[in-house]
């Protein structure tokens, strides 16, 4: 565990990538994300938890300048000073897929795929390019690299793909890298092997990272900071430890409770009653209310704004009166 002195730190202030009232919209009019802000801080682990629906895969794309077809997005995305996010990926900012498979070219060898990603982004000679494809097989631990590079993906188990994947990513040293669920086609061996392999390489490179990941097992080994997210807004925002310790919100403190491993021996496992609300359902004022035990009046008319509240962001009307 780290000292109570270290976790006490306050944050850095200078913020890599700034997010700001971030809002993401379909055709339809609704909004799955709605008016998130946040800040990724140099070289800190983010993970982004909350059940399925909640918008964290839609915020991760928006970082990487990949909304879906037909989505719009409003507020601002700023990293260093640039907005153009769609051409600092690759350089500055990397994904690592979830999907290792289709997010890899099937027709090209994989080391001529780092190679290209290589030349993408600083015109080196093609033989410095392919050393530097081979050294990166080799740091993510991918055995007889040189014969490994002239492979296919399909020739690569699911394991080892998923570690070339993050190769690729890390290959021009981003400042942030953002993974959506990077190991959710693994079994449960593969997934810690990956994500350890992906702690590595993100240190090696000093970037920042931004997980999306439901295992909140993960986000406790490898997070510096959790930022809770329930449809499509912020819950929760805090060291990441004591988000998952001592939680403030009742929709984190629910979340938690779910799963197995809080359970009390011999009682039945506690769940989180009912389900979240699609964007298009929303109900009035906060969009938890239908599910919390604490909801009063004020909770089903006025949705809360974030406020700091013991070194978090909490938005919970409950919280506010405390
Ligand atoms: N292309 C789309 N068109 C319409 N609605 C969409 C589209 N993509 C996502 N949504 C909706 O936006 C909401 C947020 O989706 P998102 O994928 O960001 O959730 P998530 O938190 O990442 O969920 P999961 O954990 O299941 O991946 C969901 O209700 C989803 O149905």
């Known amino acids: 565990m780290k000292p109570e002195a270290a976790r006490e730190a306050p944050l850095p202030p200078e913020a890599l990538l700034s997010v700001r009232d971030l809002r ?37 794309r928006a970082l990487l300048g990949m909304l879906p077809r037909g989505a719009t997005r409003s507020g601002s995305i700023e990293l260093q000073g640039t907005t153009d996010l769609a051409a600092a990926r690759g350089r500055r900012i990397a994904l ?6 289709s997010a890899l ?16 982004v600083s015109r080196v000679p093609r033989k410095e390019a392919r050393a530097r494809a081979v050294a990166a097989l080799e740091r993510v631990g991918i055995p007889d690299a040189v014969r490994k590079a002239r492979a296919y993906p399909h020739e690569y188990s699911g394991g080892m793909r998923q570690r070339a994947v993050i190769a690729m990513a890390t290959i021009n040293e981003p400042d942030v890298l953002v993974a959506d669920e990077p190991t959710t086609a693994l079994d449960e ?5 990956v994500l350890k392999v992906l702690a590595e390489q993100r240190e090696a490179v000093g970037a ?15 997070a510096d900071r959790a930022l809770v997210m329930y449809a499509g807004r912020l819950t929760e925002l805090g060291p990441a430890e004591r988000v998952l310790t001592r939680p403030l919100a009742p929709y984190t403190a629910g979340l938690l409770a779910s799963l197995p ?10 769940t989180l009653p009912g389900t979240p609300p699609t964007p298009d359902g929303l109900p009035p004022g906060c969009a938890f209310a239908p599910r919390c035990t604490l909801a009063t009046g004020r909770c089903r008319h006025e949705e809360p704004e974030p406020r700091e509240l ?6 919970c009307h409950h919280r506010e009166e405390a």
């Not at 993401?24 to 938890?49: K, M």
């Not at 690592?96 to 498979?101: I, M, R, S, Y």
């Not at 013991?310 to 938005?315: F, P, S, V």
């Open 310 to 315: 013991d070194g978090r962001l909490i938005a």
């Open 96 to 101: 690592v897929p979830q999907d290792a498979l």
């Open 261 to 270: 491993q809080n359970a009390t021996p011999g009682r039945r496992l506690p």
């Open 189 to 193: 061996e593969r997934r810690d092997q």
């Open 24 to 60: 993401i919209a379909f055709a339809d009019g609704t909004e799955a994300v709605r008016g998130l802000s946040f800040d990724v801080h140099p070289g800190e682990v983010l993970a982004i938890v909350g059940e399925s629906g909640a918008g964290k895969s839609l915020t991760a």
């Open 105 to 120: 070219s099937p027709v090209h060898p994989v080391g001529d795929q780092l190679a290209a990603a290589v030349r993408s």
């Open 208 to 222: 920042a990272l931004l997980l999306v990941t439901h295992d909140l097992d993960a986000v406790r080994r490898h």
